[in-house]
């Protein structure tokens, strides 16, 4: 069965560092998330990618973030400068339509910062 | 914005049925998924509804009633992995962001 990829595992990095986080979407999906979850806590909302941009962002997806889908089977995430209140769960996740779509998601990256 | 409340914890026992209950407060609402999500892992679909009524599927069903904000998740038969959070998460309009609740850490015990 098909599903979404999500490297590395765990990633640890110093406050102000770059990182970038990796997904691979499941093929024949047309829809790409970004969700995060800080320990305890919510799944939330990051940004909504199709036809190669942006189609929503939340209001934690400011400036620090981007998307890129750089090749047909990447999808990446990178926080620009790390806080350390960034440290979470971060879950990509995959569609074949929009909305009512079910989302399927990877296993995750831990990031943690330090 | 939306509103989505479920009850944090919940204790069910092996072979009983469990509900968990959602109520939400939100403009536009579109559709309502269930998720399930294990301790240190991914969410994992379980349901949607988007109209009202009971959906079935296996062991677990899902129930909607739009007028009154209100979805319940239904398990029976509950066995020992069934312990995990349940998550509600809505829609909203045309949109494709998916807003989760805090969701429900069911435990099922011997």
């Known amino acids: 069965e098909p599903e979404v990829t999500q490297t590395p595992s765990h990633q640890v990095t110093q406050m102000g560092q770059e990182v970038i986080l990796r997904c691979v979407p499941i093929?024949?999906?047309?829809?790409f998330y970004w969700y995060r979850q800080i320990l305890g806590q919510k799944v939330e909302f990051l940004v909504s990618?199709?036809?190669?941009?942006?189609?929503?962002k939340s209001e934690i997806f400011d400036d620090q973030f981007s998307v890129e889908r750089p090749d047909g089977s990447n999808f990446t995430l990178k926080i620009r400068s790390t806080k350390l209140e960034d440290s979470a769960m971060y879950f990509c996740a995959s569609s074949v339509g929009h909305a009512n779509y079910e989302q399927y998601f990877g296993p995750g990256t831990r990031l943690t910062v330090t | 914005g939306q509103n989505i409340d479920q009850p944090t914890e919940m204790t069910a026992t092996e072979g009983a049925i469990v509900q968990i209950n959602c109520t939400y407060q939100?403009?536009?609402?579109?559709?309502l998924f269930w998720y399930q999500q294990h301790a240190g892992e991914a969410p994992t679909f379980l349901s949607y509804?988007?109209?009202?009524g009971l959906e079935e599927k296996g062991r677990f069903s899902s129930f909607l009633s739009r007028s009154k904000g209100y979805s319940y998740l239904l398990l029976k038969e509950l066995q020992m992995k069934d312990s995990a959070s349940y998550l509600c998460?809505?829609?909203?309009?045309?949109?494709?962001?998916?807003?989760f609740g805090i969701g429900t850490k069911l435990q099922v015990i011997p």
């Open positions: 998460a809505v829609t909203v309009g045309g949109y494709q962001k998916v807003t």
């Open positions: 093929s024949n999906h047309l829809y």
């Open positions: 509804n988007v109209l009202d």
């Open positions: 990618f199709y036809n190669n941009e942006i189609s929503e």
């Open positions: 939100t403009s536009g609402f579109n559709g």
